[in-house]
């Protein structure tokens, strides 16, 4: 799917938030998103998920003017935010079965074990998640985004709140689900980690802070796949991207401070 956004605005409270956002990506893309706390990275993925409605632009997925969520775009969000109340088997079975109205019982249950399985939760599936630590929770989010067989996957942190070693085991389950496991064949990411950004993107989109909020560069990311974590960092370009990276955010911070005390 083609998702192509133009001349995106949005403001709460009559604070401009995002403007004049405009970026196409390509089926099969997988592009991370990077910026400072505040400078509208959710409220973009939200106005592409449908949950938002942006002040004037458009997305068009295939062609198509997004309006509304649907299960070709499925969200995991900053917060994971699962049901509390239902094991991680329900969680997963409820959000197939609400976003694939038309899908039969056994195809629901396939899909609800096949991706609950292939992050390593199907023995813990009865579950609820205040029982689970937050990285299995997080992974039941993935699970869940999957499990809805969406082209597009838009990933909102999904892996900020974990310790590195699960971080980097779900990156790996990330990269092969995306790869050939399943049916998504486009990702959009939120991240806050450059290595994390690095490893799996194809580009990298950083966010210019407020007052400016808009795209401020677009860096692409010319490491061939299979990419893993503990090799990427030889490959020349790596040491370049990340340091280009730094670079962006701190002159954004600079220049915020720098407004602050004028
Ligand atoms: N529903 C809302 N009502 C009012 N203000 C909002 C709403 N959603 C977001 N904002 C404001 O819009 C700005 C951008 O928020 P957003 O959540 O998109 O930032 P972000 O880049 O995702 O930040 P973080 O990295 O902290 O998650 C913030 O100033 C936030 O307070
Ligand atoms: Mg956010």
Sequence with gaps: MTIRITGIRKSFKQQDVLRGIDLTIQAGEFVSFIGHSGCGKSTLLNIVGGLTKPDSGSVLVNGQPVTAPGPDRAMVFQNYSLLPWLSLLANVRVAVREARPDWKRERVDEMTERYLTAVSLWEHRNKRPGQVSGGMAQRAAVARAFAVG???????????A???????????????????????????????????????????????????QSIRTIIGVPIPRPRHRTTI??????????????????????EELAGAAA
Excluded: C, K
């Design 233 to 254: 960092g030889h490959h020349p370009a790596y040491d370049e991207i990340q340091q280009q990276l730094v670079d962006l955010l701190i002159a954004d911070h600079v």
């Design 162 to 212: 974990l310790d590195a070693l699960t971080r980097s085991r779900l990156q790996q389950q990330l990269i092969e689900l995306w790869g050939h496991e399943s049916e998504t064949e486009t990702v959009l990411m939120v991240t806050h980690g450059l290595d994390e950004a690095i490893l799996l993107a194809d580009r990298i989109v950083v966010m210019s802070n407020p007052p400016y």
């Design 150 to 160: 969406p082209r597009t996957l838009l990933l909102d942190e999904p892996f900020g």
